[in-house]
């Protein structure tokens, strides 16, 4: 059974476009998260969601607005697609208490955007 | 903000050799998790270290914690292709969010 899932995972479309990401997990867990991983590899966070809460907001442009309708699910959608917003979107989740808090990320949505 | 150095960016190396990423944080951590990410994979959780000092190991792989709760290593003894991938470093303040590494992308000459 797949623990994070997201769709697509490939998307291609171009500038100027609205597009939406969707996640889900079977875990359990109480927080997921949004990160998006550029041509370098590094990953950057983007939005956290807690019991369907948002608690983390990263310096992101408003065109990324991340929805949670419940604990398992963490959509986000992109407005207005840039040439900049191409990368690899990571979902993932985790539990807040106890130990560890290790995150358990979907297989990504590689997004490209011409 | 909390940042989190790790060095090297690129490492190549031969199958048999060992190797090594290290991990700098600007701030003091309660915590520290290493991820390892296949080519074409997601990052897979692979340890966390909270104690001052606390060295764990993995087979060929051992991790430790600094002193001072502020840095950390990654060492991979005698590689093999399966090690092929890139390797991060994630530090934790509190219950604040995660922050990753740069990477470190380890390729290796069979």
Not at chain 1, 10 to 27: A, R
Not at chain 2, 42 to 63: A, D, M, N, Y
Request: hydrophobic share 30%; charged share 20%.
């Amino acid at each position: 059974d797949t623990a994070v899932s997201q769709t697509p995972k490939y998307l291609v479309t171009q500038m100027g476009n609205d597009k939406s990401i969707k996640c889900e997990q079977n875990l359990g867990h109480d927080t997921m998260y949004w990160y998006k991983q550029d041509s370098k590899k590094f990953l950057k966070i983007m939005f956290s969601y807690n019991n369907k809460e948002l608690i983390i907001n990263e310096t992101v442009p408003n065109r990324f607005s991340p929805k949670s309708p419940d604990k398992a699910h963490l959509n986000l959608h992109i407005n207005s697609l840039e040439l900049g917003d191409s990368a690899v979107y990571f979902c993932a989740s985790s539990l807040t208490s106890g130990s560890p808090y290790e995150q358990y990320f979907g297989p990504g949505t590689r997004l490209t955007v011409t | 903000g909390q940042q989190v150095m790790q060095i090297p960016q690129y490492q190549h190396v031969q199958e048999g050799e060992d190797f090594t990423t290290y991990c700098n944080s600007s701030t003091t951590l309660s915590n520290i998790q290493w991820y390892k990410q296949r080519p074409g994979g997601h990052p897979v959780f692979l340890i966390q270290l909270v104690k001052s000092g606390e060295v764990k190991k993995q087979k060929r792989l051992t991790f430790q914690f600094g002193e001072a709760k502020k840095n950390s290593s990654l060492h991979i003894t005698a590689t093999q292709t399966t090690d092929v991938g890139t390797y991060f470093c994630a530090g934790q303040k509190g219950a604040q969010k995660l922050v990753f590494g740069q990477g470190t992308r380890l390729t290796i000459n069979p």
